[in-house]
């Protein structure tokens, strides 16, 4: 059990797919406005990843390695498909806020990435609970990003006013997105040198 | 070349296996999906109206649909078709020239709550005109009567967003000012043009008369602050402000034009174009129908 507690600390903090492993940025920066796009995003894709992450570790053995990348996103998009199409009988409330954070899962960069390097390779569980770490990982960063984007931008948190006046609006902007990313890139990577001692590579481990 | 066959039909089978699953999917939801869209729609009709969610809607408010089909007769010319609700639960297919001379009225044997399907409404509408002729189902426009006096009318319309098109709904008073503008399906950013369904931006177009759409552009300057809290009623509340004040306020910034939402100046402008082309067609049409009612004397239900 430590290990896939292991594993879902690793996509959390030490592999995170936004500020370590640096994928999936075009999202990370295009719809992080504000702290509740940045949740519908993270709980959409912590879906996917996992079903899709769980489907290729068990079918791994039947899809020739030579077509894995096609198979891979022919899987993404089956799971991100059944999702719009379960949601809405489901849940129509909840649907209607995350329709638009569901059609854009198709092309995302960490979750084919994670089928590859992960689930390609290991068992039902492990590739389970690594699904899991970076959907979780890949939330918690957006979360950030958006928090930290909506309270500096609008002054607000989750819609709610908290200061009363925009302090400063450019973080709502596109560039504001890239400011922040990068200042909590930074962080880590500083947090990295202090613990390891040694000058973070680019990137992350891969 | 052995390799070549196991990698197609591996992919082969890997693409078939997958578009079972979503054809199974779809089967199953299909239904359920049809009747909550159904109701969604309903919910924005009633709620353009003015009787969104938790508003008692009373008992003497109809809604009728009036279905606008264009017919290419057995000759070969193109012309209208509106299938109205008329007077006694009956309906009628009225048809006329693309300058709004009518033609002719078929009446059509089939309860107006049937033709809420698309199907069965096509289905209907063949069945009434001759052998030959051939009908493209175009838009549906409710209008809505309280008590015998007309309360206004629900307009559906599309525009091309930034990156798919923007469907829309727009409901006009009487004398053809909007009171409510509704997105009904949008694909755009989230964040950036996804913000165009935010009420601060929807009710800019309120109370904008056809004289003023007509002049209507996008601006780009940042919203008034105290025009965006007086636009979102939850923000008004939050600040203190009265109906009153409210009411100056929009008073106040009613002639200005729409003020273009930050990064999302494509959205604001499609926005815009389809509100005033949507309410624009529409004032067109419906004169044109008002005369081709009168000229055939026929006893509407609205």
């Known amino acids: 059990m430590s290990s896939n507690l292991k594993l879902i600390w690793n996509g959390l903090i030490p592999e995170n797919p936004i500020f370590r492993l640096a994928l999936s940025m075009c999202p990370a920066v295009a719809v992080t406005t504000s702290v509740e796009n940045g949740l519908m995003l993270g709980l959409a894709v912590v879906f996917v990843q996992v079903f899709s992450s769980c489907t290729v570790s068990i079918f791994k053995s039947f899809i020739h390695p030579r ?94 006013d908290i200061l009363g006046f925009n302090p400063l609006l450019i973080m709502v902007l596109p560039a504001g997105g890239f400011f922040v990313i990068g200042f909590i890139m930074a962080i880590f990577n500083w947090f990295e040198y202090k613990i390891t001692g040694k000058i973070p590579t680019s990137g992350g481990a891969h | ?25 779809y089967a199953k939801t299909e239904h359920a999906r049809k009747l909550n869209d159904e109701r969604i729609e309903q919910q924005t009709i009633q709620s353009l109206l003015g009787y969104g969610v938790g508003a008692k809607i009373p008992s003497d408010l109809k809604v009728y649909p009036v279905y606008r089909y264009v017919i290419t007769t057995e000759k070969g010319e193109t012309v209208l078709g509106y299938v109205l609700p008329i007077k006694d639960n009956k309906v009628a297919l009225a048809e006329m020239d693309l300058s709004g001379n009518p033609i002719k009225v078929i009446p059509i044997p089939v309860e107006l709550s049937a033709l809420a399907d698309k199907a069965t409404r096509d289905d209907a509408v063949n069945a009434a005109l001759p052998k030959g002729s051939k009908s493209i189902y175009a838009q549906t426009i409710f209008v809505a009567d309280q008590g015998g006096k ?19 709904m727009v409901s006009l008073n009487p004398d053809f000012t909007v009171t409510g503008v509704a997105v009904t399906s949008a694909e755009e950013d989230p964040g950036l043009g996804a913000e165009i369904q935010k009420s601060f931006f929807r ?100």
């Open chain 1, 67 to 160: 077509i894995r990348i096609p198979a891979y996103v022919i899987v993404i998009a089956l799971w991100v498909t059944v999702i719009d199409m379960i949601l809405p009988v489901i849940s129509p409330d909840v649907y209607k806020k995350v329709e638009l954070f569901v059609k854009l899962i198709v092309v995302f960069a960490i979750i084919i990435s994670r089928l590859e390097l992960f689930a390609s390779k290991e068992p039902l569980i492990p590739s389970f609970f690594d699904g899991l770490g970076m959907g979780f990982g890949f939330l918690f960063g957006l979360c950030l990003i958006g928090a930290i984007r909506e309270f500096f931008g609008t002054g607000q948190l989750f819609g709610y």
């Open chain 2, 150 to 168: 007309r309360l206004g009318y629900v307009v559906p319309g599309v525009t091309q967003g930034f990156k798919s098109f923007i469907k829309l």
């Open chain 2, 1 to 25: 070349m052995k390799e070549i066959f196991k990698i197609t039909l591996s992919l082969t089978v890997v693409c078939i296996v997958a578009s079972l699953i979503l054809g199974f999917v």
């Open chain 2, 203 to 302: 009710n800019q177009f309120v109370g904008k008369t056809i004289e003023l759409l007509k002049k209507l552009t996008v601006v780009k300057e940042p919203l008034p602050p105290n025009f965006a809290a007086a636009l979102d009623p939850a923000k008004a509340k939050a600040k203190g402000l009265t109906p009153e004040q409210v009411k100056e306020i929009k008073e106040k910034h009613l002639k200005d034009n729409i003020y273009a939402l930050t990064g999302a100046t494509i959205s604001s402008r499609a926005m815009t174009n389809g509100v005033v082309s949507t309410v624009k067609k529409f004032v067109y049409r419906l004169d044109k129908l008002n005369e081709a009612i009168k000229k055939e004397q026929l006893s509407v239900a609205f």
